[in-house]
């Protein structure tokens, strides 16, 4: 089946460090890929998207690109701010269906 | 602006209780969606609705009901709330055929 593996938390980093944080999925289609951001207190908003193999979704500095081929999805930022502090989730779905899977989440919390 | 807008950011209410969970959205969408999110479990699908009265079950729905009665609006209901449904329930919307899921700020529900 369908599921969505990210990279545990919480992940603590300085001001202006690069971050990454792993996703990799299992699929038995051609998902579209998600990454969610979740601030305290607050609902989930779509930080970053991509539909097809080898896109880059973009967002705020974020990037992600979608690859097939090792089944993966990193989120990634060259210089992270106080205010990225947050929850990220990875996710994916189909354009068919109401299925959407969700990781678990890794928690940021960058340090001035 | 797109909108998910969930009636209450904060409850408590005592076992046994009915609880209601109100979300209305004002993007046209046929999907909706009620999510519980705990630590350490990332997002559950309680019930998902894809037209006006229709519903499915999602991956917990014990102990949980839900009412589409308007396209706009989807309640999630507690018949008899318990200690263990003491969470962050999240209310989300999506249109037919499209990617992203669009949430709400959640309601979050503590059971004494």
């Known amino acids: 089946g369908d599921s969505v593996t990210q990279m545990e938390g919480p992940v603590t980093l300085s001001e202006e460090a690069f971050l990454t944080i792993n996703c990799t999925y299992t699929a038995t289609g051609y998902p579209s890929l998600f990454w969610y951001v979740q601030y305290p207190g607050e609902g989930l908003q779509l930080l970053l998207k991509a539909t097809k193999a080898d896109d880059k979704g973009s967002n705020k500095g974020f990037e992600a690109t979608y690859r097939k081929e090792t089944t993966s999805f990193h989120l990634e930022k060259g210089s992270v701010q106080v205010s990225d502090s947050a929850v990220y989730f990875c996710a994916l779905t189909y354009n068919t269906g109401n299925q959407f899977y969700f990781g678990t989440g890794t928690s940021l919390t960058v340090i001035p | 602006d797109v909108k998910v807008t969930q009636s209450s950011r904060y409850l408590v209410k005592r076992t046994g209780e009915k609880v209601f969970l109100e979300c209305v959205q004002d993007m046209d969408h046929e999907n909706m969606f009620w999510y519980r999110q705990d630590p350490g479990l990332g997002l559950r699908l309680i019930y998902f609705?894809?037209?006006?009265?229709?519903?499915e079950k999602g991956d917990i729905p014990e102990g949980y009901s839900v009412s589409r009665e308007k396209k706009e609006r989807f309640s999630l209901i507690l018949e008899s709330a318990s200690t263990n449904q003491t969470s962050m329930y999240l209310c989300?919307?999506?249109?037919?055929?499209?990617?992203?899921?669009?949430f709400g700020e959640g309601s979050r529900l503590t059971v004494l």
């Open positions: 989300a919307s999506r249109a037919t055929g499209a990617g992203e899921l669009f």
């Open positions: 609705s894809y037209d006006v009265k229709m519903k």
